[in-house]
């Protein structure tokens, strides 16, 4: 990421020389006072949109790490619910469809999503948990009451899912994402055209907006795709929640 970013920045450098080589542009500081305030309203303009972007695609990863936390936190907490039904052969029934639903999220790495598909697999996995609850048979008010509560923590856990799926496979309108990259391309060639009059302060002033510039881009294009990149989110949870049920029932 740091080094495309240099890289980006030496282009912009080398943009900002040719463009003092063959257009002149030092030769234009009497418009210098027009620029400045150009820049300073296009400048404001521009850093509210970035930070809005920037802020947007965090607040989704975050949003979806938190949701794939919830989902392993919720399928040890069904396997929970039942050891209290008192019934080894539904505990272990259960047990058996939630590591197969974890192993399969687990060994996929989330490729399917990070492609912007859905895994097939998952949901028919998923499925079979309600299959095994549907078919539970009880005939006390204790295996009632606990039944009940199975049933919803299966009901809210496939709703943490589905969300967790929604969010994983939604990604930054491209109108906006055009819109950032067009107006970071004209706040740069104004900073390249700009008529410094010392030569090394307009290339370290290209050179520093054009890193920053594609860090941004770095970013947002990281963040945008949880499942790609520097910043990318795994399947440990699932595999932590398998361990605690391995280890700690």
Do not use: C
Not at 146 to 153: D, L, P
């Amino acid at each position: 990421m740091i080094l495309r970013s240099l890289l980006f920045a030496a282009i912009a450098v080398t943009a900002s020389y040719f463009s003092r080589l063959y257009l002149h542009t030092d030769s234009f500081i009497a418009d210098v006072g027009a620029l400045s305030a150009f820049l300073s309203v296009f400048g404001t303009l521009y850093g509210i949109l970035a930070a809005f972007v920037v802020f947007e695609v965090w607040n989704q990863y975050n949003h979806i790490s938190e949701l794939i936390d919830k989902e392993a936190q919720g399928l040890e907490r069904l396997y929970r619910l039942t050891l209290y039904f008192r019934d080894d052969h539904l505990t272990a029934q259960v047990k058996s469809a939630i590591a197969e639903y974890a192993n399969i999220i687990i060994e996929g790495k989330f490729e399917k999503l990070a492609a912007g598909l859905r895994n097939v697999d998952h949901g028919l996995a998923f499925r079979k948990i309600a299959d095994i609850i549907r078919h539970v048979e009880f005939d006390d008010d204790h295996d009632s009451i606990v039944f009940e509560q199975i049933v919803e923590h299966y009901g809210n856990l496939g709703q943490i899912r589905t969300e967790r799926m929604n969010q994983s496979l939604s990604r930054l309108p491209v109108l906006l994402k055009s819109f950032i990259y067009i107006a970071s391309f004209l706040a740069l060639a104004t900073f390249v055209l700009m008529p410094f009059s010392n030569p090394y302060y307009a290339f370290l002033s290209v050179f520093i907006i054009g890193f920053l510039q594609a860090m941004i881009f770095n970013i947002i294009e990281d963040l945008d795709n949880p499942f790609l990149g520097h910043w990318n989110l795994t399947t440990e949870p699932f595999a932590r929640a398998l361990k605690h049920i391995e280890e700690d029932y």
